[in-house]
Antibody, heavy 118, light 107 residues
Framework: QVQLQESGPGLVKPSQTLSLTCTVS??????????WNWIRQPPGKGLEWVGY???????YYNPSLKSRLTISLDTSKNQFSLRLRSVTAADTAVYYC??????????WGQGTLVTVSS | DIQMTQSPSSVSVSVGDRVTIACRAS??????LAWYQQKPGKAPNLLIY???TLQTGVPSRFSGSGSGTDFTLTISSLQPEDLATYFC?????????FGQGTRLEIK
């Protein structure tokens, strides 16, 4: 059974860098045509697609975040990561990692709340 | 960018009701449309992909239809466990996008 688990600081100061990791178990990051996504949800609001990295390492980012965002793979640890620079209060959200196998986002992590505040 | 617009934003329903949620894309996305159910404090759960294909394990009272720009999620007979927020999602043309959500509430 595939499982995803987000980890990282729950509190980040404004102007600093938000760093999250998604650890995947039950499958390999590169075992199939998978796309490893980050999605976020501000408290009480809807879902926003952040970006993804493919099994081959190709990345696509939401243009609204592209200048501040990096998503990377660590195949040795079976993890993928998100780094969002120069954060503001508008980046406060629950961040989810999720896997897309071409048939939708079928596996999600439980989500982690990141608050941007001094 | 493609905009995904859901209607209604919220709806009051009763157990046993037939419920229909609409999703409109601002441009043609063929059938690259998925539906998700989200309960409070939980991650979204994939219900339907490719506009009308039921994800494994999802009850058959859920169905999806549509292509191009107009799509529908239908719950044939609402059960208490279906009270949740539902999102549509286009995952074909960058940047991917979600609808704003439709919240089902008890009448």
């Amino acid at each position: 059974q595939v499982q995803l688990q987000e980890s990282g600081p729950g509190l980040v100061k404004p102007s600093q860098t938000l760093s999250l990791t998604c650890t995947v178990s039950g499958d390999s990051l590169t075992s199939g045509d998978y796309y490893w996504n980050w999605i976020r949800q501000p408290p009480g609001k809807g879902l926003e697609w952040v970006g993804y990295i493919s099994y081959s390492g190709s990345t696509y980012y939401n243009p609204s975040l592209k200048s501040r965002l990096t998503i990377s793979l660590d195949t040795s640890k079976n993890q993928f990561s998100l780094r969002l620079r120069s954060v503001t209060a508008a980046d406060t959200a629950v961040y989810y990692c999720a896997r897309d196998d071409g048939r939708g986002l079928g596996y999600w992590g439980q989500g982690t709340l990141v608050t941007v505040s001094s | 960018d493609i905009q995904m617009t859901q209607s209604p934003s919220s709806v009051s329903v009763s157990v046993g009701d037939r419920v229909t949620i609409a999703c409109r894309a601002s441009q043609d996305i063929n059938t690259w449309l998925a539906w998700y159910q989200q309960k409070p404090g939980k991650a979204p759960n994939l219900l339907i992909y490719a506009a009308s294909t039921l994800q494994t394990g999802v009850p058959s009272r859920f169905s999806g239809s549509g292509s191009g720009t107009d799509f529908t999620l239908t719950i044939s007979s609402l059960q208490p466990e279906d009270l949740a927020t539902y999102f549509c999602h286009q995952g074909n043309i960058f940047p991917f996008a979600f609808g704003q959500g439709t919240r089902l509430e008890i009448k």
